[in-house]
């Protein structure tokens, strides 16, 4: 039964499917940065032609609800491809460039509003759950084996894929490799992700979903995922594994008296050992700082550069494009390592707000939902996890990668309007059976 429950029923829900439970051949094949970008617009198109085609008389459970939380989605990005073209005309970028980077805009800002979008097809989440946990267990199933492969010293790189032709951020994404060697000597796995920290923010996504399970999924998902979270070595991602269960379960329980009372000792408790506290905490920030010193270094000056080009160069829309920093942050972009620093940088204070405003929105949104909402509760965790990685990578340059995650986000925002609406049907139903009594009582 659960089998069949489980099974995708129809268009939109195969194309998730398959895409999902197929992320090692994609990645394979190096097609993974393509791939996401392509199921995007192509499920967007099926979602405009359902708009069109879809009639005022038929049922209203069966058409197409968009949401206003993902409205702002929408309109957020849109904001920044705005910030974008007037970044470019502000440096004289030429026509070339900004077409370019119109590009990037699609295969990167505009999948955080086109995915939530395509939530608000007729897809299950429980499709989105199944099949991430198929793909932790794909890992567990791979990991022996690359393990083997740096113990018998094999190259890291494999390959770097010809489809590199299509054009992307770096090598990197569509590269094809087994492992890599940090710089102090260890050994880290970063599976289908271009780098380390990338894999641990897909897999914090994962473990949120395969909280969702039950049955054994639920332990090869939770398995799964913890293991991308400790092969990576990812520090962020290891503190947002162990945030976000303890945050959810604050956030989503706030008008239970229990999680009310707790609250309250918490507090009450957290006063009378505050120094204590805040010196157990500030030795927890040494330490995460000391694990990888140089990164820590080099992530706090391109912020540093980021800042101060931004407020003397650049306000409000930005410099448009990436810049390379200089040696002191081994030439790495200017922004890099940190949503909110790049966005600043690249697109100015409309870039930055564009996207605080659309968090914020969907947080408060969801807050409320996930009350008395299992799904609603799953989208907030993508909320909290999306924040979290601001502060650790660039969102867009990922979000090929934590598509899954963005419908569950739409799917959520879409959730509750389905249930009002489902409820005035209701309503107008029982108006008309009530009005039908009355006529037949004359």
Known sequence: MEKKTLHPKNFEERVVWYSIIWTYPFYLLGALYIVAPVIGWVLLACLIKKLILQSNSGPHERKVLI?????????????????????????????????????????????????????????????????????????????????????????????????????????????????????????????????????????????????????????????????????????????????????????SNLTKLVVIFQAAVGTLLGGMFAPEIIYFVEGIKDTFRAARADSSRVREALGRIAIDRWQTEAPLWGHGIVERGPHLVEYMPIGSHHSWYGLLFVKGAVGFFALAIAMLFSTVMLLIKSQYSDTARVGLGIVIILFLYTFGENLEILSYLFWPGLIILGIAHKEQLAVVSNETELDKAELKRVALNKCSGL
Request: glycine residues 8%.
């Open 67 to 251: 949401p206003c939380g993902v409205w702002v989605w929408i309109t957020c990005m849109l904001f920044m491809l705005v910030a974008l073209w007037a970044g470019h005309a502000d440096w004289q970028l030429g026509t070339a460039k900004t077409l370019k980077s119109t590009i990037g805009w699609a295969k990167g800002w505009a999948l955080m509003a086109v995915f939530p979008l395509v939530g608000c097809l007729d897809i299950r989440p429980q499709i989105i759950y199944r099949a991430t946990t198929i793909v932790c267990l794909q890992s567990l199933i791979i990991f022996p084996a690359l393990v083997l492969a740096f113990l018998l010293g094999i190259p890291q790189e494999l390959y770097v894929s010809p489809l590199q032709i299509v054009g992307g951020p770096g090598p990197e994404f569509f590269r094809v490799s087994l492992y890599s060697i940090t710089p102090e000597g260890g050994v880290r796995w970063f599976l289908f992700a271009p780098w380390a920290p990338a894999l641990g923010f897909v897999a914090c996504i994962f473990l949120l979903f395969s909280l969702q399970q039950k049955g054994k999924w639920f332990y090869i998902g939770v398995v799964g995922s913890l293991l991308m979270i400790l092969i990576c070595k990812s520090r962020l991602a290891l503190v947002a594994s162990i945030a976000l269960p303890v945050l959810l379960y604050i956030l």
